[in-house]
């Protein structure tokens, strides 16, 4: 079993490597504890990996990542065994090279599957006798038990349907299932400030607006996760030194012109325009930003913004 003596003390430990999230923590670390695999699904950018890799460091074991594709096969997934050492040697336990699946159950680590059901539903189904089980059979190798510690984690987008696969109803019966949505406003400021190192308050709160307004927008199918803001705040501090102090004009017009190319750079490619819509990625994040400072009172009528320059994270 899973060190689960003192557990309110492992929970305090987690909640100071991940911002907010307080009902996610309880919920996973409690799935996990219980021995329960566990699918969580929702969008990009939503704390997902961070929230394990939190859980597998407190514990001391591994996090192996299975990106779920059309080329995820079954072997790619449980292992192989060495062609070269096969031809010398024949087949043997000795010279199967494990996959991530039986490593993670060797190890006792959590194996996580990204865009579960983006994998094609034989590999899936490889997973029913691990989640069930707690074992799989390889042959030539033979059974491999896994460790207690170990855990499956899958996510999944649910927004997105294009190139997904059915996900069987045995694999849903195994697995507890969480929806983890975006964060608050002032969790994305402080998410953006703590992994850019942005000194500047004004400028991280113009990014996290400017990227949350993405996922409202009437054209926009798919907005940006926190990441937009992320990279928006670092783009901008470098962009401001390459520009230096405007001769003429205002200090708060440079500012704005930043805040434009730089989310025109960290966000258009992050939406995902409607099919039936007729306006670009540019012209909707220009649409936003003008909103943004233009249309809200408060920016409006804001005084000259001085962006202090910081050194990209």
């Known amino acids: 079993m899973p060190p689960i003596a003192n557990l309110a003390a492992k929970r305090a430990e987690l909640a100071r490597l991940v911002v907010g999230r307080d009902r996610e923590l309880d919920l996973i670390l409690a799935a996990v504890v219980a021995g329960r695999d566990l699918l969580l699904e929702g969008p990009p950018g939503t704390s997902k990996s961070t929230i394990l890799r939190a859980i597998t460091t407190s514990w001391g074991i591994p996090l192996h990542f299975v990106e779920g594709n059309a080329e995820l096969t079954p072997a790619k997934l449980v292992g192989h065994h060495n062609p070269a050492r096969v031809l010398r040697e024949d087949y043997s336990a000795d010279n199967f090279v494990p996959g991530p699946l ?30 069930a089980e707690r074992e799989v059979n390889v042959p030539r190798v033979g059974r491999i038990a896994a460790a207690d510690t170990f855990r499956l984690v899958a996510s999944m987008n649910p927004f997105d349907s294009i190139g997904t696969t059915r996900i069987s109803a045995a694999v849903y019966d195994r697995l507890c299932r969480l929806a983890v949505g975006y964060q608050s406003p002032a969790e994305d400021r402080e998410i953006v400030g703590l992994r850019t190192g942005s000194d500047d308050p004004d400028l991280v709160a113009d990014a996290v607006a400017i990227t949350r307004a993405t996922r409202t927008h009437r054209d926009v199918r798919q907005g940006s996760s926190v990441r937009g803001a992320i990279d928006l705040v670092a783009v901008a501090a470098p962009l401001t030194e390459i520009r230096g102090t405007p001769a003429n004009g205002s200090a ?6 930043v805040v434009l190319d730089a989310a025109l750079l960290a966000l258009s490619g992050r939406i995902t325009v409607d099919e039936t819509a007729e306006a670009s990625p540019e012209l909707i994040i220009r649409e936003l930003w003008e909103s943004h400072f233009v249309l809200d009172p408060r920016r409006a009528a804001a005084g000259t913004h001085a962006m202090a320059v910081t050194e990209p994270p």
């Open 102 to 131: 039986v490593a993670a159950m060797r190890e006792g680590g959590f194996l996580y599957v990204e865009e579960f059901n983006r994998a094609p539903e034989d590999t899936l189904n490889t997973l029913l006798t691990a989640m």
């Open 252 to 257: 708060q017009d440079a500012y704005r012109a």
